[in-house]
């Protein structure tokens, strides 16, 4: 066998046949629809994935950049309730379909965008986990650095090595390769063990957050000027416009975690523990982090007469204050390790585990959600994150303001599953590509048209806001509102182009479970013969055997 050959077949996924885990060009282990045993999330775990994304930096400095906008410390907290809401309500909609029929974002853009279509979303999705992994790792690198320099003050003032072209220093870099290797062995973690790490990261953080604040009000005395900040508008803005903006962006910044929502609800054991889990994290943790963030900085600008917003800036301070004190020291340590280890566990679960799942649904031959992870990881250093971050503003604006491109597909995606389809759905043709989803050479122009037009309106706001041009007013009011139109003119076309040029077999689905998808129970509310069920020459359902069954699920649909 020539050398080439056997390299290909030991690098080549193999699933187990007897359990519909067949490997092929549209199909893997990681792609199939999950089976029930391996659906082990509950409430704790849609907790515990959004509380990761609530309880780190971003959502902590949240206030700051409504207040510098001119909003007061109400209207900030007032925004910061109504995004969380509409937040928690598009996550549970967009996700919907994993719960349903459990799989996941990559396999369900299958059926609105055509076979080879759906690598359109899936491209795009990949490059934005690449740079997020790496500015992630970058940023939790950050936070290393204040926990070493608390265990080893002279690490504070390390010689920098480095030329005087790289916009970094030894330091950071330190701290960033340390940050990447701690994180690299948890890629080897499947997603349905996440439970003990999701414990650990949320009790940690949590709590060192809330003695973050108790320990700033107790110094401080009370809250300090920054959380009675009156209304201060500037310019020609009014105050309504002004929040309308904060919304927008407060739901752009979680709208690539909405998007591939479905990777994750596909985990769950049941649809109630996964609303109740994501409502109450999206909405009440998301909320109370914000209002934390918001306290503590208040409260440490009467101690120090300055504003920190930045967790590992303050944290640096608060050392320094306490004159390198063993106590001062074991205190920023224990602060400065609970947000590496959400940043941490955060970037491993939302960036990398995602970059796996789509970079699988590119190449099912050869990558599964383990290795996607891996090379979504090692991409952090071919995006080069010192460049992005210490350079690149402008790169970054583009990146937060992504949501004019994900809006549209989530328009997509939920008008295309509960209106066009009624929820149903082939499973046997999402993984065939001249099945029922093939259209017109394995593309559905419909999708990437109307794609389009939710996007292209916004694009003049987008850049006038990154290039920090002087456009017409009527531009950056489109782009304040990008999330909802976007969403809404693309779900409005691709309704609309459906009806005047109909697809056939809308909201049809198999008759026969072919891949062990659901419990006996599961099948029963879904209209399809179990597994354990063969279809008859005349059509119907014969019963094979029926052994001991899992408890029958909560179908709450």
């Avoid at 001062?328 to 491993?348: D, K, Q, Y």
């Avoid at 706001?461 to 002087?470: C, F, I, Q, S, Y």
């Avoid at 999330?483 to 809404?488: E, H, K, S, V």
Wanted: charged share 15%; proline share 5%; aromatic share 16%.
């Amino acid at each position: 066998m020539p050398l080439i050959q056997r390299v290909r077949n030991a690098v080549q996924l193999h699933g187990d046949e007897d359990k519909h885990e067949k490997t092929d060009s549209w199909s893997n282990r990681d792609l199939v629809p999950l089976p029930p045993a391996r659906r082990t999330w509950g409430l704790f775990e849609y907790f515990g994935y959004w509380a990761i994304s609530a309880l780190n930096i971003s959502t902590w400095q949240q206030p700051n950049s409504f207040l510098t906008l001119g909003l007061s410390v109400g209207q900030t907290m007032g925004v910061i309730i109504v995004g969380r809401f509409i937040v928690a309500l598009f996550a549970i909609v967009v996700a919907w379909c994993g719960l349903r029929w459990h799989i996941g974002f990559t396999i369900q853009n299958r059926f609105s965008w055509g076979m080879r279509g759906s690598y359109i979303p899936l491209i795009q999705r990949v490059m934005l986990n690449f740079i997020w992994t790496a500015i992630q790792c970058w940023n939790g690198g950050k936070l290393v650095c204040v926990c070493i320099t608390a265990v080893f003050p002279s690490f504070a003032s390390m010689k920098n090595t480095l030329p005087a072209s790289m916009p970094t220093t030894t330091y950071e870099m330190v701290g960033f390769t340390i940050f990447w290797f701690c994180s690299l062995p948890f890629l080897w973690m499947p997603p349905e063990k996440y439970r003990l790490p999701f414990q650990v990261v949320c009790i940690y953080c949590g709590v060192a957050m809330i003695c973050m604040m108790i320990w700033a009000l107790s110094v401080a005395k009370g809250v300090g000027p920054t959380f009675y900040t009156s209304q201060n508008l500037s310019g020609d803005w009014s105050i309504n416009w002004v929040m309308l903006r904060c919304i927008n962006s407060l739901i752009g910044g979680k709208a690539a975690g909405m998007t591939n929502g479905s990777d994750f609800s596909r985990y769950g054991k049941s649809a109630r523990q996964f609303t109740t889990g994501t409502f109450l994290c999206l909405f009440i943790v998301g909320t109370l982090v914000s209002f934390v963030g918001l306290v503590t900085v208040s409260a440490t600008q009467v101690i120090y007469n300055e504003v920190y917003w930045n967790p590992p800036d303050l944290l640096m301070r608060m050392m320094d204050e306490g004159h390198g004190s063993s106590k001062a020291r074991a205190g920023v340590f224990f602060l400065a390790l609970g947000f590496a280890l959400t940043a941490g566990f955060e970037n491993v679960c939302g960036n990398a585990v995602g970059g796996g799942i789509d970079l699988s649904g590119i190449f099912p031959h050869y990558i599964n959600i383990r290795r996607g992870a891996l090379i979504t990881f090692f991409a952090a250093w071919i995006c080069m994150p010192w460049q992005l971050v210490n350079r690149a503003d402008t790169f970054i604006t583009v990146l937060s303001s992504f949501t004019v491109f994900l809006a549209p597909m989530m328009g997509i995606m939920t008008t295309d599953f509960f209106l066009l389809r009624k929820q149903r759905v082939r499973l046997s043709s999402l993984y065939d590509l001249h099945g029922q989803y093939y259209y017109t050479y394995g593309f559905n122009w419909r999708a990437p048209l109307a794609w389009i037009c939710g996007w292209a309106p916004l694009i003049g706001g987008l850049n006038a806001t990154v290039e920090k041009e002087t456009v017409a007013k009527s531009l950056f009011e489109l782009y304040y509102l990008s999330f909802f139109l976007g969403y809404f003119i693309s779900a409005i076309i691709f309704y609309g182009l459906n009806r005047l040029f109909p697809l056939p077999h809308l909201g049809e689905s198999d008759d026969l479970d072919m891949f062990g998808t659901f419990t006996p129970a599961e099948a029963k509310f879904m209209g399809v013969a179990p597994a354990d069920d063969k279809i008859s020459d005349n059509g119907s359902s014969e019963k094979v055997v029926y052994a001991d069954k899992l408890a029958e699920p909560d179908l709450e649909y």
